[in-house]
């Protein structure tokens, strides 16, 4: 028998993926708590915590939850970040479709999520760089990375555990981090965009006030993200 499962996009999709089998999952910011009422309908979490600090997408998740028959499995949460799920014991936590500077200061608001057993989805809209900047320097380690497309925008996900260990990082991580490694399209698309508009960047310094320092290092990046996208010569 066919089960009627949410329908996500991409980006809700790749992150779902992301999440362990089984695991009690927490979704951070639901809003309309398709991605966790997906987990539970299609069995792979076994329990779920759907949170947000605001009232109204917390209403509109407990109404998929219900609509979809899922309200044993998925607690609904009122609550800012991590705070209503610290006495619960979760295994992954999403936190998707916020700033990546939000994402961090969530994080760095609740100093038990320093914890190895957990595993985080992260996938900040803006400001990916300031994320895996806080990542690096707060001994987060990120595993590896997705990206997605939805709307026409490409977005990073990121696959992260806390292993007590800062990792070393440069202008190239912060802005890539692990998609080069990243086999789906939308990651070689991410870097070729990121690289085209550098160089377009580079183009404008250069033709206001020829070639500087600064424009050789904007085009020295900007074929770094172009090379890394495996576009390179199109
Ligand atoms: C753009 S929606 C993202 C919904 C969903 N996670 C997704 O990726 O499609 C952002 C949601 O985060 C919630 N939010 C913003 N700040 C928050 C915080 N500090 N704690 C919990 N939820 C928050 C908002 O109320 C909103 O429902």
Same mark, same amino acid.
């Given at each position: 028998?066919?089960?009627?499962?949410?329908?996500?996009?991409? *980006?809700?999709?790749?992150?779902?993926?992301?999440?362990?089998?089984?695991?009690?999952?927490?979704?951070?910011?639901?809003?309309?708590?398709?991605?966790?009422?997906?987990?539970?309908?299609?069995?792979?979490?076994?329990?779920?915590?759907?949170?947000?600090?605001?009232?109204?997408?917390?209403?509109?998740?407990?109404?998929?939850?219900?609509?979809?028959?899922?309200?044993?499995?998925?607690?609904?949460?009122?609550?800012?970040?991590?705070?209503?799920?610290?006495?619960?014991?979760?295994?992954?936590?999403?936190?998707?479709?916020?700033?990546?500077?939000?994402?961090?200061?969530?994080?760095?608001?609740?100093?038990?999520?320093?914890?190895?057993?957990?595993?985080?989805?992260?996938?900040?809209?803006?400001?990916?760089?300031?994320?895996?900047?806080?990542?690096? %320097?707060?001994?987060?380690?990120?595993?590896?990375?997705?990206?997605? %497309?939805?709307? *026409?925008?490409?977005?990073?996900?990121?696959?992260?555990?806390?292993?007590?260990?800062?990792?070393?990082?440069?202008?190239?991580?912060?802005?890539?981090?692990?998609?080069? %490694?990243?086999?789906?399209?939308?990651?070689?698309?991410?870097?070729?965009?990121?690289?085209?508009?550098?160089?377009?960047?580079?183009?404008?310094?250069?033709?206001?006030?020829?070639?500087?320092?600064?424009?050789?290092?904007?085009?020295?990046?900007?074929?770094?993200?172009?090379?890394?996208?495996?576009?390179?010569?199109?």
């Amino acid at each position: 028998m066919s089960v009627k499962l949410p329908v996500l996009d991409m *980006r809700l999709e790749r992150i779902g993926q992301m999440v362990r089998k089984d695991s009690v999952c927490a979704d951070i910011g639901t809003d309309h708590g398709y991605l966790i009422t997906y987990l539970a309908v299609s069995g792979k979490i076994k329990k779920g915590f759907a949170c947000d600090i605001n009232e109204k997408p917390l209403a509109k998740a407990q109404k998929t939850i219900a609509e979809y028959g899922v309200g044993d499995k998925v607690k609904t949460i009122l609550a800012d970040g991590l705070c209503g799920i610290e006495n619960e014991s979760v295994d992954d936590i999403v936190i998707a479709g916020m700033g990546g500077d939000l994402i961090a200061r969530i994080l760095d608001s609740a100093p038990w999520t320093k914890d190895e057993r957990l595993h985080f989805v992260l996938q900040p809209m803006t400001k990916a760089d300031a994320l895996r900047k806080y990542l690096c %320097e707060n001994g987060f380690e990120i595993e590896y990375e997705r990206a997605a %497309e939805a709307k *026409r925008f490409i977005y990073a996900i990121l696959s992260v555990k806390y292993t007590g260990k800062n990792t070393k990082y440069d202008d190239f991580f912060l802005n890539v981090g692990k998609l080069p %490694e990243c086999k789906d399209a939308e990651a070689s698309a991410y870097l070729y965009r990121k690289g085209t508009k550098l160089l377009e960047t580079a183009q404008k310094i250069e033709n206001a006030l020829g070639e500087n320092e600064k424009s050789i290092s904007v085009r020295s990046m900007a074929q770094r993200f172009i090379k890394a996208s495996g576009k390179a010569g199109e």
